[in-house]
Every structure is written in structure tokens, then in C-alpha cells.
């Protein structure tokens, strides 16, 4: 039993060791990655262009190497700032990302609270205070009061709280303001900024578990295994509610209902403000000032991160499911495959020198010779004019013409013998029934208005008769037609 406990503990910590957090601080060259990420990026600076993190990089690469420190092989990488950061790509403590058109890093959340374990304990505030302790009871108690069923004992505890608090007020009445020990009020700010570091990496936490969920569902879309209507339905459906799908975002959606209020974020603000303005304040060491006065902005960067990755997931998940094509994404990855083996094949027997010549244009064909003929390439006659066949029509159970459009050589016949201007609803009532379809309305309107045509104010009323017998009344503007053509009208 002793042995499978210690087999279970040992495959726990070698899973917890694979963690790029852990990864980042047991590796070889901890220190100068621990002190470079906090020197490139700062809480006004989440984001960084590549190249400018890569001459950064160098920049300090190069300092260390000439203050001696490159002595030991273990302290500093070999290589140049942009061979650096690619290997902190691939550790997973670097992510690289399109902003604002400009490529750029941001710290994963694994170095972030990579780099937040390594301050906390090089700080040598590691320690058990009042505020630390309060914090804890007041997170238990408030805890078991949300999961208490009882209405009566809920009821109880609001009462007792309602009186303490009244008891607070009356003595501030009675007593005025109780002094303040200084060391718990630092105890407490030093609290506050122990709470604040780790809310970076959980604000990248949920914005990295929301872009692994874009790349999974893209990918099981690509995959193309289930029905194409089947996959619209799910994923369009994943991509409008893309924090709902995970854990993280789940969380976050509820913490977004207390700090994403903008006058949350001021009223935050202007209390830090009041507090570096205390005496107090004063004790606090200059970078522990700049970290308390960056507590706001800091919650408005994660939470500005968060909804910027929901919106690019839900973007590319839409626009992948709308413009999904099976056959040519199996077309793209063919090809994709086909480069690959080529590559391989070329880097057998290529050298470091060589180069590819690139591909500046797309081969065309070579005609050797066109056919030639001194023969006349008219026809030796005009073809034949297409016959009518509508006499020799057979219809099965009746005469379908009768459904089809106007009957514009029928209607151009009645109008010209109305004389030289006649009412366009009067003319329709006075047709033959074989005239007063509704398609025959709309014919006899055309033609009235090639013509030449009067709109009046008034509107006319006019009965149309289907070819099965059944009628339609129709209204329009009244009009007077005439029977010859005007060329200025044409």
C-alpha cells in the first residue's frame, strides 16, 4: 500500500514538474530568465514588439556577459536575444500574438506566476500576519454563509452583523476615529499587494484557456467527421458563447459582475490614490508604491485581455465555420504535406549555404504550333430559323400557358384599338377574361408606360381573374395611357 501511495505522489509531482511554471524555475538558466521577463515587461507593459524584445534581450545578454557572469556555463544561454526568446516561445513562457498589425510577445500565465513565486520568496515577505489571517477567516466565513440553507440561521447571522455594525457607528459617535497601528496597516498593504500579483496570471490563465478552446474547436472543424450542418449548429453556437465554454471563463464571467462596472475600476483608483497619500505610505519601499499605484490598471489590462481574446475567438470561429470547405482544406493540407516532404528531402543532401531559388511567377505553356487552315471558316449557310412547336404541345391534365407571363402580343393588339388615350383601369376591366390575369396587369402597365403614361392622385381598383377561376383585386395609382408611342418617352 506504502508503495502504490508513493508511485501515485511521485507521478503527481513528475505531472507538476512538466508545468512550464515549475519547468521555468528548476530549469538551467532560471535566474537570468526570472530577471530578464521582469525587466522587459511591467505592469504598463504587457505586450512588447518581437524585435524590440529581441534587441532588449540582447541588450542584457550582452551586459551580463561583459560584468563576467558568463563564467559559469550555467547562468547564461548561448545564442543571440531571437534565438533566446524563440526557445521561450517553445517552453511555453512566451506567446507571441498580432496587435494592433505589429507582432508582439506577452508573458504566458505560467511565467507570470512563475515570476510572482520567485518575488514572493525573494521578497522575504513570506511571513503569517493579522491581514493575511483576517483575510482567510473572512473568506471561510463568508463562504459558509453563502452555503448555509437555513433561512432562519441566515436571517440570525444578517442581524448579528447589522448590530455589530451599529455598535462600530456608535462608538465612532461616542470615541471619534481609533488611531492605527502603522505596522498593520503595512501588514495589510502588504497583503493587498501579494493578492494583486497573482490576478496577471489569472487574467492570462483564462485568456490562454480561451484561445486552446478556438484551436480545438477549429481543429475538430477541420477534421471534418461530423455532418456539415451538425458542426454549423454547435460551433456557431460555441463561438457566440465562448466564455461560457470553460472552466476559467466560467469563473471570470462571474468576477467580470464585480470589477467590470468602470466605476468599480475609478472608485478603486481613487482609493489607492488616498492610500499612498497616508503616512503610512511613506515605509512602503519605492517599488512596492509603484506596484500599489499600478493595482488598478492592472485589473483593467486583464480584464481588457480577457474580452480581447473572447472577441478574436469568436471572430475566427465564425468566419472558420462560414467559409469552411471540406475539399479545399483537404487541398491546403495536402499541399502543406507536400512542402514538408520536399523540405525533408532537400535538407538530406543540402548544405548551410545553399539557397532555394524563389518562385517569382507561375510557369505558362509552350504551343509549338498552331493549327492552320486556308479554307473559308464561315459556314456554307445561314443555319435554319427555329420552328414553333406549340401547336404539337401535349399537356396532361391542362393547358400550364395559362400560368405563365403576360400575353404581350395579345395586349398590344387590345390597346391599339382603344383609341388614342384610354384609362389604364377601364381599358383592364373592359378585356376579354383571357386578359385579366394579374401577370396581364402588370404587362398592360408596361406597356402603358413605354408608351406614355399619366399618373393621377387618385387610385384605381381593378378584379383579376386566375386561369382557375378565382379572382384578385388590385390597387394603384391611377393612370392614362396612350396608344402610340411618344420617342421622347422612349
Known sequence: MTNVRAEAAYQRAVAAFQNPTLNLLHGRYAPFVVATLSIVFAPDRPTVPIDDAHVEVQEILDGLRASGHDADERRLPGGSGREVCRAWVRGGWLVPQIEDGVEAYRMSAQAIGALEIAGRTGGGRARVSRSRVRTLLDSVEQLARHAEPDPALRRAQLVAERDALTAQIERLDRDGIEAVDEDQLLEEAENVLHLSRELPADFSRVAESINRMQRDVVAELRRDERPTGEVLREYLLRGQHVMQATPEGRAFSGALRVIGDPEHIDALTTQIEGLLAQPFSGQLGSPQRRELAAIGTRVEQGVNEVLTAQRRASHVITAQVRTHDPARDREVDELLRGIMSGLQTWMQHSRS???????????????????????????????????????????????????????????????????????????FDA????????????????????????????????????????????????????????????
Open 431 to 490: 378585356a376579354a377574361e383571357s386578359l385579366r390575369r394579374p401577370v396581364d396587369l402588370l404587362g398592360l402597365l408596361e406597356i402603358a408606360h413605354r408608351n406614355g403614361m399619366t399618373e393621377h392622385e387618385h387610385v384605381s381598383v381593378v378584379e383579376t381573374i386566375r386561369p382557375d377561376g378565382t379572382t384578385r383585386r388590385f390597387a394603384f395609382g391611377a393612370a392614362t395611357a396612350r396608344t402610340v408611342k411618344d420617342p421622347e418617352n422612349d
Open 353 to 427: 549555404n545553399d539557397r532555394v531559388a524563389p518562385l517569382r511567377g507561375f510557369p505558362t505553356a509552350t504551343i509549338g504550333h498552331l493549327r492552320q487552315a486556308v479554307s473559308d471558316p464561315r459556314p456554307p449557310a445561314v443555319p435554319e430559323p427555329l420552328r414553333s412547336r406549340a401547336d404539337s404541345a401535349v399537356f396532361v391534365d391542362a393547358d400550364t400557358r395559362a400560368w405563365g407571363g403576360p400575353q404581350y402580343p395579345e395586349l398590344e393588339a387590345y390597346v391599339s384599338g382603344l383609341g388614342e388615350q384610354f384609362d389604364l383601369a377601364e381599358a
